[in-house]
DNA sequence: TTAGACGCAATATGATCATATTGCGCCATG
DNA sequence: CATGGCGCAATATGATCATATTGCGTCTAA
């Protein structure tokens, strides 16, 4: 009974109900008590599992990471195969992370609520950087590939390029977010021609 | 007595330890209490001259944009004056918004913090988008300005490359905040990259 | 000179929370 | 059939806060 297995399914029981809070009702909506009462299990149960609520709210940021993350491979594998443009690879990921549509508005807003509470908390920070570093990666690699084809010039740098398209998603998603006065094509026109700036060419070969 | 200087002076003797406590301990740090007590002054004070904690955020919060804004203008202003490139002036404004070295850090800590609230407060929300617009404002008419002496081409929609731009120093705002992996010359490089996708040309007249 | 209003201090109130404590049912094992 | 431990539920504890209340000194104006 004591199996490993359910253990586990019973954090993510928690660690989902947590995501839910604050997707609904933001960082500050997240408390011990409606933690468990959204999952539906006591407050006991989430002592049981979580030391404390720094050790829940981490374990939780930790699965919200690896999934984008998990997308992100997901995403590199699927585009290799099917061998389209880098270009397009790119614009599809990174269009992906922006609050476009509800479920993704839900989304964006949890892992901001993260990223905001990493400011204080250099647990999550650690989290954090280690997702941003490892998604950085992901895009520097492409950009390199990018270089093979021609795409991209010789001389970019590819984990630079990879900073600033990562930086600049985050940033038009906080003004997508924020503001509703922002039309949603002016915000893909940028990036659209943040690629551009880094991929003047095309090519239909990748990986 | 009974001036009104009197009055705006507590208020803004008030907002300025908010401003502190967020910089030293982040959002959460800020109670009625502390803020009294960094000021220097009593609870009730602060009660008298502010309805609620809310209220009291919001004109700190206030505070903050409006010095933000008033400095982006000045700048514009002095940049004129002395009739730089453009590029030269988007840069250096752009450049200032990143948290670089302590001053500038604790400004962008305090001024993030009210960013990550505004997700939730739709008062502070509106602060924030009043700001942005402004300085998006500022930021695409020095880029038509461009146009005029063609550092910029003629092609090019001001305002959605100031969205851009803006987005684009917020987010490395954000990575060079939380990751002290990532070097300073990379972040710069990118907003350099970002400039000269928007403005290719060069020029020696302003305004 | 006194009535009252204003500016503020001190303290009370009550809500909310994280966490500690206690104990109970159930299952495995002896 | 004991017994002991594990998984949890229920509740207690104590801290922290925002805000309400109360009252006092001082300046003003009649």
Redesign the pocket.
């Known amino acids: ?2 199996t490993e297995e ?2 586990l399914a ?1 954090r993510r029981q928690v660690a989902d109900a947590v995501e839910r809070l604050i997707a609904e009702r933001g960082f ?7 933690a ?1 009462a959204e999952a539906g ?9 979580f030391s ?3 050790d ?1 709210l981490r374990y939780a940021y930790t699965r919200v990471t690896e999934r984008m993350l998990a997308r992100a491979l997901h995403r590199a594998e699927e585009l290799a195969a099917h061998r389209g443009s880098i270009r397009l690879a790119l614009r599809e990921s990174l269009a992906e992370r922006l609050p476009l549509d509800e479920a993704r508005r839900a989304e964006w807003r949890v892992a901001f609520a993260f990223a905001a509470r990493a400011v204080d908390l250099p647990d999550l920070a650690a989290v954090r950087n280690r997702t941003e570093a490892a998604i950085r990666d992901q895009l520097a690699q492409a950009i390199t590939n990018g270089k093979e084809c021609g795409e991209v010039p010789a001389e970019t740098d590819a984990r630079s390029a990879a900073v600033g398209l990562l930086a600049l998603v985050e940033g038009l998603g906080l003004h997508t977010y924020l503001d509703p006065a922002l039309p949603a094509p002016v915000v893909l026109a940028e990036l659209e021609r943040a690629l551009a700036g880094v991929l003047p060419g095309e090519c239909r070969h990748y990986g």
Chains 1, 2 share one sequence.
């Open positions: 009974m004591a359910y253990h019973r500050e909506g997240v408390t011990m008590a409606r468990a299990v006591s407050v006991g149960l989430v002592q049981h599992y404390s609520k720094d829940l």
